[in-house]
C-alpha cells in the first residue's frame, strides 16, 4: 500500500435529493424528533433558489453527532429514487444498541411509518433496521451485535 491521498475522519455530511422539500423534512423532524439546523425550505417558491448553493438550493439539513443530513429540492416531482443506479444505494445511521432499535420499532409502528424488521447481520458484526424514506430512499440504523 502506499501513503493514503487523503486520511478522513468520517463523514462530513450526506445530502439527499428530494422530489418535496416540505414532505421530506417533516419525515425526517419526526424521524430525529428535532427541527432542521439549517432550513431555507420557507423559500422554496423563490424561482432563483434553486441556483443558490448558500441556501442549499431550498433545502435543510440535519446534524447530529458531528455529521450532517442535507435534503436538497431539485429532482423533479414524481422521481423515485433507484438503489440500482449509479450513487447512493442507501443511508445507515449508527445507534448506540439492539435495544435502542427495537425501541425504534415501537415508536415507527405508532408514527405509522413502515419498516423491516431488526435483523441481525453477523458478518458485518451489526443489528439493522430499514425504513423508507417518501422518495424511497432506504435508511438503515445499524447497531453493534451483542457480544
Not at 435483523?119 to 430499514?130: A, K, M, Q, W, Y
Request: aromatic letters at 8%; hydrophobic letters at 35%.
Amino acid at each position: 500500500m502506499s501513503d493514503p491521498i487523503v486520511t478522513p475522519l468520517g463523514y462530513a455530511h450526506v445530502r439527499l435529493t428530494v422530489t418535496d422539500i416540505h414532505r421530506s423534512k417533516a419525515f425526517y423532524e419526526q424521524l430525529f424528533g428535532m427541527p432542521p439546523g439549517s432550513d431555507f425550505s420557507d423559500q422554496i417558491d423563490d424561482p432563483t433558489i434553486h441556483d443558490d448553493p448558500w441556501r442549499t438550493y431550498g433545502g435543510c439539513s440535519f446534524t447530529f453527532s458531528g455529521q450532517t443530513l442535507g435534503l436538497r429540492p431539485v429532482a423533479p416531482a414524481g422521481d423515485r429514487f433507484d438503489p440500482d443506479r449509479v450513487g447512493l444505494d442507501h443511508v445507515s445511521f449508527r445507534v448506540g444498541s439492539v435495544d435502542d432499535l427495537h425501541a425504534a420499532v415501537g415508536r415507527l409502528d405508532a408514527a405509522g411509518i413502515e419498516h423491516g424488521e431488526v435483523t441481525d447481520l453477523p458478518p458485518f458484526g451489526v443489528v439493522i433496521l430499514s425504513v423508507q424514506d417518501p422518495d424511497d430512499v432506504n435508511l438503515e440504523f445499524a447497531a453493534p451485535r451483542p457480544r
